[in-house]
């Protein structure tokens, strides 16, 4: 049983995180160029220009650098 009440209080945070994909050692890799509408699809290596979705990096997918996030927390105090 709960012998003293507890006091809700708020907390307000954020967050930022940044994941990088990974590479492969000789480039062994592909992505799939999609044009608009599916109606056309090509293989792309990395570091190529593919004709529908511009150039692609090493890892081929473009890493999220501005991933910031709001946090709130409830906690609860142990009233005194």
Do not use: W
Request: net charge positive; aromatic share 12%.
């Amino acid at each position: 049983m709960i012998s003293r009440l507890c006091q809700p209080q708020f907390e307000l945070g954020l967050r930022y995180e940044y994941f990088s994909r990974g590479r492969k050692k000789y480039g062994h890799a592909t992505n799939l160029d999609i044009a608009s509408g599916f109606s056309a699809v090509t293989p792309v290596l990395p570091g190529q220009t593919g004709p529908y979705g511009g150039s692609y990096p090493g890892s081929l997918i473009r890493s999220d650098k501005n991933n910031f996030a709001p946090r709130v927390f409830l906690i609860g105090v142990e009233a005194e």
